[in-house]
């Protein structure tokens, strides 16, 4: 699976960050008996916008972009790991996961 476009921005160092330093934010939802993480910042002309945690899943679903979490793994680790991989490629350490769980 590619990664979804947000995925990608937050990843790419030369993108904004929140007043946080934050680059995403991501809430888990379960659909069909899987479980999604979603983001809750997206990139929106230009400028970063955060989204409740119902907007996001609505968002997610309607542009078919959540990450589907991988088979015995919770949601939050999932997150985590994704949090270390955005922080890897802009160049940083993740210091904790940017998980919101529902």
Same mark, same amino acid.
């Given at each position: %699976?590619?990664e979804?476009?947000? /995925?990608?921005?937050? %990843? ?28 809750? +910042?997206? %990139?929106?002309?230009?400028? &970063? ?7 996001? +899943?609505? /968002? ?6 959540? /990450?589907?979490?991988?088979s015995? %793994? ?6 985590? &790991? +994704?949090?270390?991989? +955005? ?16």
């Amino acid at each position: %699976m590619a990664e979804p476009k947000w /995925l990608f921005r937050a %990843m790419d160092p030369s993108t904004p960050t929140t007043e946080n330093n934050e680059t995403v934010r991501t809430v888990d939802y379960e659909q069909d008996g899987k479980r999604y993480i979603a983001p809750t +910042i997206r %990139m929106v002309d230009g400028e &970063l916008k955060t989204y409740s945690v119902e907007e996001a +899943i609505d /968002l997610a679903i309607k542009n078919n972009d959540a /990450l589907e979490v991988p088979s015995g %793994m919770d949601p939050s680790e999932f997150s985590k &790991l +994704i949090s270390e991989r +955005i922080g890897t490629a802009r160049g940083r350490r993740a210091t904790n996961s940017a998980e919101t769980s529902r």
